[in-house]
């Protein structure tokens, strides 16, 4: 069963000027000559975690990562109500890894992606499929129309999560109960700190109620670290992803010649293994595995296993 790399801090780090008053926050691990590899983090605002950089065979790969815009060490915060969402759609995150990219001077590099990363990562490989080397995609969100209920009504993940759930739904008048969305929009949107911590602390709730196979309690973490998560999650969810309205499997053709790994947890309630199969069914050249006992985290032991094996079958 393969193991985590050990911890390693970034040797390089910095803020990129991505336009629109927005700042992203990048660092570099491992081997600066190494082969250059990206790891894009979920949430989306989920920001990243020192966890990530123990994909890969640091001494292999030139390891690069960000936070994405409006969270994280990225500027300005999301977690503060008066900064606009307006500049951070799918189209402008592709752009900022193609800046990345640039800055950092990489002609070609491995893309690796989870939950919402896995949908990035498919979205910029469709983009710029002479810029990606391999992908490695867990946890597959492809955010179409009829995922969302999944999620976000009471027919779906509600039923294996039922106290969780109404939890949740508890948390908005019975007269708002029929669109959770807008009413969730609406409050965690609002200004006052008193209506927008509660409703982004019962909406992180709700996140991270289904991401592993056994419950675990969500991290303790502040306010602002809330209101960043929920806001940009509920942004992106409510816009379907701002994804074209074929959605990524239309588009698969452009990417199906790059080698790829799909892992995904055979009880992963956060992105049940359907959406994986779907994707694997249009590209039947990606490797595909199933993880038995696995939910939605990369650290569960056989997805980790199926992760690092991936990052060094294709290091050089």
């Known amino acids: 069963m393969k193991e985590f790399y050990p911890p390693i801090e970034p040797h390089e780090s910095g803020l990129l000027d991505v336009g629109d008053g927005n700042e992203i926050y990048w660092e570099i691990c491992g081997n600066p000559t190494g082969k250059p590899a990206v790891f894009l983090h979920g949430g989306p605002g989920g920001g990243l975690l020192p966890g990530f950089r123990r994909f890969f065979d640091p001494a292999a790969y030139r390891i690069v990562l960000f936070d994405q815009r409006n969270c994280g060490a990225s500027r300005p915060s999301a977690g503060d109500p008066r900064v606009s969402l307006e500049h951070n759609t799918t189209a402008h995150l592709i752009a900022d890894i193609e800046r990345l990219r640039e800055r950092l001077s990489v002609d070609r590099w491995l893309v690796f992606g989870g939950s919402w990363g896995s949908t990035l990562a498919l979205a910029y490989a469709q983009a710029h499929p002479d810029r990606v080397t391999e992908l490695v995609l867990r946890g597959v969100y492809l955010v179409r129309p009829a995922d969302e209920p999944w999620s976000f009504t009471p027919t779906g993940a509600a039923h294996?999560?039922?106290?969780?759930?109404?939890?949740?739904?508890?948390?908005?008048?019975?007269?708002?109960?029929?669109?959770?969305?807008?009413a969730y929009g609406r409050r965690i949107g609002d200004p006052d700190p008193r209506v927008h911590i509660p409703a982004a602390r019962a909406w992180m709730a709700w996140e991270f109620s289904a991401n592993t196979l056994l419950p675990v309690e969500p991290p303790e973490v502040d306010d602002a670290t809330i209101l960043t998560f929920a806001r940009i999650t509920h942004h992106y969810?409510?816009?379907?992803?701002?994804?074209?309205?074929?959605?990524?499997?239309?588009?698969?053709?452009?990417?199906?010649?790059?080698?790829?790994?799909?892992?995904?947890?055979?009880?992963?309630?956060?992105?049940?293994?359907?959406?994986?199969?779907?994707?694997?069914?249009?590209?039947?050249?990606?490797?595909?595995?199933?993880?038995?006992?696995?939910?939605?985290?990369?650290?569960?032991?056989?997805?980790?296993?199926?992760?690092?094996?991936?990052?060094?079958?294709?290091?050089?």
């Open 160 to 182: 294996l999560f039922p106290a969780e759930w109404a939890a949740f739904s508890d948390a908005i008048p019975s007269t708002e109960r029929h669109d959770l969305m807008a």
């Open 237 to 316: 969810i409510s816009n379907g992803g701002f994804l074209p309205e074929e959605g990524l499997l239309a588009r698969i053709d452009r990417i199906r010649h790059i080698p790829a790994v799909i892992v995904n947890g055979r009880y992963d309630i956060k992105t049940p293994p359907a959406q994986a199969w779907d994707l694997h069914r249009a590209w039947p050249e990606a490797e595909f595995h199933i993880v038995e006992d696995a939910g939605h985290g990369g650290a569960e032991p056989g997805t980790r296993h199926h992760l690092v094996d991936a990052t060094d079958r294709f290091r050089p």
